[in-house]
């Protein structure tokens, strides 16, 4: 069974940096993509960042693009957002997705989810 275990939300102001956290457990191997997701109240699930364990490059959001960068940490099938220059318009529930063999834009291709964090980021 799959299990998507996140961390590092939290409450910051504008301009400030923060890092999530996601562990991905019950994968055989690191033939996965791994990315972040998020979402506001009333607002689609949208890509923030995506990047697959077996190799590529990764794959961000036009919104996001040069302030949040995501790394992997393939012994632990993980991966971390690190998040610079946050914006009020940034704050959201960031949620961390996985998919098997190749990686996809739209969330309704994810295989898995993690339970959300919130990121706020106050002006």
């Known amino acids: 069974q799959v299990q998507l275990v996140e961390s590092g939300g939290g409450t910051v102001e504008t301009g400030g940096s923060l890092t999530l956290s996601c562990e991905a457990f019950?994968?055989?191997?690191?033939?996965?993509?791994m990315g972040w997701f998020r979402q506001g109240p009333g607002n689609k699930r949208e890509r923030v960042a995506t990047i697959y364990l077996g190799g590529g490059t990764p794959n961000y959001a036009d919104s996001v693009e040069g302030r949040f960068a995501i790394s992997q940490d393939n012994a632990k099938n993980a991966v971390y957002l690190k998040m610079d220059s946050l914006q009020p318009e940034d704050t959201n529930v960031y949620y961390c997705?996985?998919?098997?063999?190749?990686?996809?834009?739209?969330?309704?291709?994810?295989?898995?989810w993690g339970q959300g964090t919130q990121v706020t980021v106050s002006s």
């Open positions: 019950g994968y055989a191997d690191g033939s996965i993509c």
């Open positions: 997705a996985t998919r098997r063999y190749a990686c996809a834009l739209q969330p309704n291709l994810q295989d898995a």
